[in-house]
C-alpha cells in the first residue's frame, strides 16, 4: 500500500507561482511513476505531469510545457509540481499519483485526497 498526502494548494493572481508537493509513504519504493493530474469544476480529470522513477523522465501535456516542473526529492519520499505562469485555466483540484506496474502506458493505482489551486484573473 502507498499513502499520498497533497499539500500547497492555494489563491494565487495569474501570472504567480506555487508548488505542489506530495509526500508518499508506505511501499514508496514500488511506484514506478509518479504523476499529477487536475480536476475542474464539471470537466474530467486530467494527466498533467510524470516522472519515472528509473530515470527521472519526465511527460507534460502540451498546455503546461515550459511552465510546470514536476521533480522529486528520494531522501524525503516526495514529488514536487513546481507551477509558474499559472492562467485562470489551471484552476482546479490537483492529485498526486502512483503508478506501480512497469507498462509503456502508466496504470495509476494510489491516488492523494487532491489539493485546490484557484488562479484569479
Known amino acids: 500500500q502507498v499513502q499520498l498526502v497533497e499539500s500547497g494548494g492555494g489563491l494565487v493572481q495569474a501570472g504567480g507561482s506555487l508548488r505542489l508537493s506530495c509526500a508518499a509513504s508506505g511501499r514508496t519504493f514500488s511506484c514506478y511513476y509518479m504523476a499529477w493530474f487536475r480536476q475542474a469544476p464539471g470537466k474530467e480529470r486530467e494527466f498533467v505531469a510524470n516522472?519515472?522513477?528509473?530515470?527521472?523522465?519526465?511527460f507534460y501535456v502540451d498546455s503546461v510545457k515550459g511552465r510546470f516542473t514536476i521533480f522529486r526529492d528520494n531522501a524525503k519520499n516526495t514529488v514536487y509540481l513546481q507551477m509558474n505562469s499559472l492562467k485562470p485555466e489551471d484552476t482546479a483540484v490537483y492529485y498526486c499519483?502512483?503508478?506501480?506496474?512497469?507498462?509503456?502506458?502508466?496504470?495509476?493505482?494510489?491516488w492523494g485526497q487532491g489539493t485546490q489551486v484557484t488562479v484569479s484573473s
Open positions: 499519483a502512483c503508478a506501480v506496474r512497469r507498462g509503456v502506458v502508466p496504470i495509476y493505482d494510489y
Open positions: 516522472i519515472r522513477s528509473s530515470d527521472d523522465t519526465t
